[in-house]
């Protein structure tokens, strides 16, 4: 028999973190622990947590949702697929638990030469909104720590500012030595996206994620066909359940790229689906974390580095908190790496208390 139950924590960012959508200074997340009560020592953890105004389960009755899992989960039943799929940050959650739980509850899910440590993986430096000298320091910042791979959240302080900042890096560092990736958090406007494309193109972009908000497949479609810049969807896959809507989007709109989050689109089984309908249709993908700690972050990774994917990755969200959960993910000269000899330690957030 399985014993289930949750555990609440609220992250705090090193420094606000700003998008388009607003400015972050904490973020709550919910950690499902599963454990078989013959062998209470050995849990399998996941986590689920929400971004306010972007999760599909952003929802006032997320928590009784997690209460009612752990009753299930206690009585010997599992949650049905399609309940699942209206809560997707808990789909992800209960997927990392149980592959945790059976592996040992080691916080090795994935086994590969990136859990060796003989393999890092590739990740992009991310850089937040904030006035021109907070965002500037930061993209200094990132080059000095090696990242060839900038990205950039723009939308909030204003396109001429931003373009200046961008032209500040093409000026000290050409598209030879440093990659950059714009993202728009949907903060464009459809009667000018192009003319803003165009300026951005200028500067040898390498891809800009969402310009447009979702929910509007052909608007983006149009983007996608005539943008000069390739174009990655993110929050437009955010609460496409089934499988034949899944289709119709990507048979619509055509990206270039998608953008894989699985803690936002139910698990690594849907982003799986994902990926592959992406391919089958010619476009391009790379997968990041959505402001998960440490415990989500590293689920991620792992399953990440089973799929081989060349691209930078965007997982390197680890050191964003004050008080994130020590573990072996270490970010070093832009690659995410794992060190196996460097402990978990759960106890500072309470994960190893019943």
Not at 2 to 14: N, V, W
Not at 136 to 164: H, P, T
Request: aromatic share 10%.
């Amino acid at each position: 028999m399985l014993r289930a139950r949750y555990h609440k924590h609220t992250l705090h960012f090193r420094q606000a973190a700003g998008t388009s959508r607003g400015v972050l200074h904490s973020r709550e997340s919910f950690f499902l622990l599963v454990s078989d009560a013959d062998n209470p020592a050995i849990t399998g953890i996941g986590e689920c947590g929400i971004i306010p105004g972007l999760s599909f389960d952003d929802r006032p009755d997320f928590e009784s949702a997690l209460e009612e899992l752990c009753r299930l989960i206690e009585s010997g039943k599992f949650p049905e697929k399609e309940w699942l799929n209206y809560w997707p940050s808990i789909a992800f959650a209960i997927a990392t638990a149980i592959i945790d739980l059976k592996t040992g509850g080691r916080r090795l899910l994935f086994e590969s030469k990136f859990t060796s440590g003989e393999s890092p993986i590739a990740i992009n430096g991310l850089v937040w909104m904030g006035d021109p000298g907070f965002m500037l320091q930061q993209i200094e910042e990132k080059i000095s720590e090696g990242f060839s791979v900038i990205k950039m959240k723009v939308g909030a302080i204003g396109f001429e500012e931003e373009l200046a900042l961008i032209r500040h890096i093409r000026m000290n560092y050409p598209a030879e030595s440093i990659e950059i990736r714009i993202d728009a958090n949907g903060a464009f406007q459809f009667v000018d996206v192009f003319k803003k494309l165009e300026q951005l193109a200028a500067y040898s972009i390498h891809s800009i994620e969402q310009p447009i908000k979702a929910g509007n497949p052909q608007m983006m479609a149009e983007i996608c066909r005539y943008s000069p810049i390739p174009v990655a969807l993110d929050e437009e896959l955010i609460g496409i359940i089934h499988n034949d809507d899944k289709k119709r989007l990507l048979d619509i709109i055509l990206p270039q790229f998608i953008i894989l989050k699985p803690s936002l689109l139910g698990g690594f089984e849907n982003s799986h689906q994902w990926i592959n309908l992406a391919e089958e249709r010619g476009s391009a993908w790379w997968v990041t974390s959505a402001l998960e700690s440490n415990i989500g972050l590293n689920a991620i990774a792992q399953w990440t580095a089973t799929l081989n994917n060349p691209l930078p990755q965007g997982l390197g969200t680890g050191s964003l908190y004050s008080n994130n959960i020590p573990s072996p993910l270490l970010v070093e000269n832009g690659f995410l790496h794992y060190k196996p000899e460097t402990p978990w330690q759960l106890e500072l957030t309470g994960l190893n208390q019943d």
